[in-house]
């Protein structure tokens, strides 16, 4: 169970059948900030009004404000980590109200 997500950019590798490239996703959260779950496809921004479309625009822009994130294949599945450094991908969880 996810306790916050946010948009995150990641990578995918180049392979026999697609170039390299770059999309943002909805990366989910667990209560410690580590990434537990992905968008399976890219996000585009919605709305139904400009307002509302030009509002999820922003929030999409946030995910170039974070490392590049890349999926890694484990002996049991798959995880997320920095494209950069290699480490686990995570976030702060949000300040509580």
């Given at each position: 169970?996810?306790?916050?997500?946010?948009?995150?950019?990641?990578?995918?590798?180049?392979?026999?059948?697609?170039?390299?490239?770059?999309?943002?996703?909805?990366v989910?959260?667990?209560?410690?900030?580590?990434?537990?779950?992905?968008?399976?496809?890219?996000?585009?921004?919605?709305?139904?009004?400009?307002?509302?479309?030009?509002?999820?625009?922003?929030?999409?822009?946030?995910?170039?404000?974070?490392?590049?994130?890349?999926?890694?294949?484990?002996?049991?599945?798959?995880?997320?980590?920095?494209?950069?450094?290699?480490?686990?991908?995570?976030?702060?969880?949000?300040?509580?109200?």
């Amino acid at each position: 169970m996810s306790a916050f997500w946010n948009y995150r950019v990641i990578y995918c590798e180049a392979n026999k059948d697609a170039p390299e490239q770059y999309q943002v996703h909805a990366v989910e959260y667990n209560e410690n900030g580590k990434a537990v779950n992905w968008s399976e496809t890219g996000e585009s921004p919605y709305g139904q009004s400009i307002d509302d479309l030009k509002a999820d625009f922003t929030r999409l822009q946030t995910a170039f404000d974070k490392p590049v994130l890349k999926v890694v294949r484990k002996p049991r599945g798959y995880e997320l980590v920095e494209k950069d450094s290699g480490e686990p991908a995570h976030a702060e969880p949000p300040a509580k109200a």
